[in-house]
């Protein structure tokens, strides 16, 4: 059997590029979101009511709960704690 590489967890885990893609998106705005709310030295309840959301919802973001979270969801998450996204879009490989 031949060994494949892959250039991230996503590419390897999903069926298409286009879902690697859009995992590799959630999963990196989940970590950035939760790096910042761990910086604020805040209860969860109280980081939630800053980003607008419940503690429940916030406690599946940090406990990574990807399949929770939309792409579209993560980035207005980002805005409310401060975060700046960017999107680069090149031609494909």
């Given amino acids: 059997m031949e060994r494949q590489g892959f250039d991230n967890v996503w590419d390897a885990l999903e069926d298409t590029p ?6 590799t998106m959630r999963s990196r705005l989940m970590i950035a979101i939760s790096e910042r709310v761990s ?7 109280e980081a939630a ?6 503690q429940p919802r916030l406690n599946d973001l940090l ?5 929770n979270f939309s792409l579209d969801t993560l980035i207005n998450l980002a805005a409310q704690a401060g975060l700046s996204v960017r999107l680069d879009v090149a031609e494909a490989a």
């Fill in 63 to 67: 406990r990574g709960k990807i399949a």
């Fill in 39 to 45: 910086k604020w030295d805040l209860t969860q309840a």
């Fill in 49 to 54: 009511g800053r980003l607008g959301i419940t």
């Fill in 18 to 23: 286009v879902e690697a893609a859009n995992m």
